[in-house]
């Protein structure tokens, strides 16, 4: 199961910090990415990391701005937003996959969680 939180209303140019914690799974033998959906849109990739977190991949749009990270201990992914912007805003949603590469692909996901809103205003 997997579990967003984090979400919320920002003006642009804020910060947000978006965590996903994760249960009934092996958590540090999954890599972990976070998709996003805009309405109207297809879920499209933001961000994922390695299991170990040693390995990070970014959709170009957010790198610099966008950062990925991970807490095996905790069973914990997070994604630190900066710099915010209106087109940044969508329910963000993350989700494990036991595959090792690809992880830009939607489809490699097993697990989902339910998502959580941000809203960027201008």
């Known amino acids: 199961q997997l579990v967003e939180s984090g979400g919320g209303l920002v003006q642009a140019g804020g910060s947000l910090r978006l965590s996903c914690a994760a249960s009934?799974?092996?958590?540090?033998?999954?890599?972990m990415g976070w998709f996003r959906q805009a309405p109207g849109e297809e879920r499209k990739f933001v961000a994922a990391t390695s299991g170990s977190g040693g390995n990070t991949y970014y959709r170009d749009s957010v790198k610099g701005r966008f950062t990925i990270s991970r807490d095996n201990a905790k069973g914990t992914v997070y994604l630190q937003m900066s710099s915010l912007k209106p087109e940044d805003t969508a329910v963000y949603y993350c989700?494990?996959?036991?595959?090792?590469?690809?992880?830009?692909?939607?489809?490699?996901?097993?697990?989902w969680g339910q998502g959580t809103q941000v809203t960027v205003s201008s």
């Open positions: 009934g799974l092996f958590f540090s033998t999954y890599a």
């Open positions: 989700a494990a996959t036991s595959r090792t590469t690809g992880l830009h692909l939607r489809e490699i996901y097993d697990s």
